[in-house]
């Protein structure tokens, strides 16, 4: 009886152990936009006049581009479901998993993809919106699932037309409030292959605490003079995470 419970004991004492390593795991904010999918063929605009695949995007990302030509939106947003699902997880992407090992990792996305998801990353939460629901033009707070097409006249529950869970330009973006207080418990604060010039979530990096190590990936450093205690890594997405790994190794 005393060996049974020394076993149980040493159980629970191996436990505790391995559940304080988990809470102490240092908290790791990660905000990626475009330029981190990219390396999956995923096309951006920012990088073509304007233009995201030959579209202007007021013309497809907008309330008004979806009142004045639906079928066009929903043609657009169609293709874009059929390049995501073609796509792969990429370095990045799968590296940026691989740290949840040693960090508690809370990624913050701009991409409407599932690559983070796919890659591993079990924490994500997209400012802009996800490729795979639709929701009602008249409820944003319910979605459904949608692998294939939607076609005009595809009506949700409550009669209304249903259109890509995407956040376009003019429109609230209901999650930066969540992602705010994500970026304010931030121990450590990574931007990935963003310009930071689309806001809400470019002002996201002002709400991690000044004096946290912060590192900012991308093949063109945007500008970030008011930015405290940086590091910048001027090299592609995949390139970038596997040089931020050995950094993180020395902290």
């Known amino acids: 009886m005393l060996f049974a419970y020394t076993i149980i004991g040493f159980s629970m004492f191996a436990w505790l152990i391995c559940m304080q ?35 202007n995007v007021y013309e497809v990302a907008t309330p008004g581009g979806f009142r004045k030509d639906p079928q066009q939106v929903l043609d657009f947003y169609n293709m874009r479901r059929k390049d995501v699902a073609a796509a792969k997880p990429n370095a990045a992407h799968i590296g940026l998993a691989e740290l949840e090992e040693y960090f508690d990792v809370h990624i913050i996305t701009q991409n409407i993809d599932d690559l983070h998801e796919r ?56 999650m930066i409030e969540e992602a705010a207080r994500i970026a304010r418990e931030a121990e450590i604060f990574v931007v990935i292959g963003t310009s930071l010039q689309v806001y809400p979530a470019a002002g996201l990096v002002n709400y991690a605490k000044r004096y946290i190590p912060k590192f900012i990936i991308d093949k063109n450093i945007p500008y970030t003079s008011s930015i405290d205690n940086l590091t910048t890594i001027e090299k592609p997405a995949s390139e970038g995470v596997k040089e931020l790994k050995r950094l993180l190794s020395g902290l």
């Open 21 to 55: 390593e988990k809470t102490n795991k240092q908290k790791l904010v990660v905000l990626t936009g475009a330029g981190i999918s990219a390396e999956s063929g995923l096309r951006t605009f920012r990088d073509t006049d304007g233009l995201w695949e030959g579209y």
């Open 119 to 174: 890659g591993g990353s079990t924490r994500v939460l997209h400012l802009h919106g996800e490729i795979f629901k639709m929701r009602s033009v008249n409820d944003g707070s319910k979605t459904f699932p949608i692998k294939g097409d939607i076609h005009l006249g595809d009506l949700a529950e409550d009669g209304g037309q249903l259109r890509p869970h995407i956040v376009w330009f003019e429109e609230p973006v209901p």
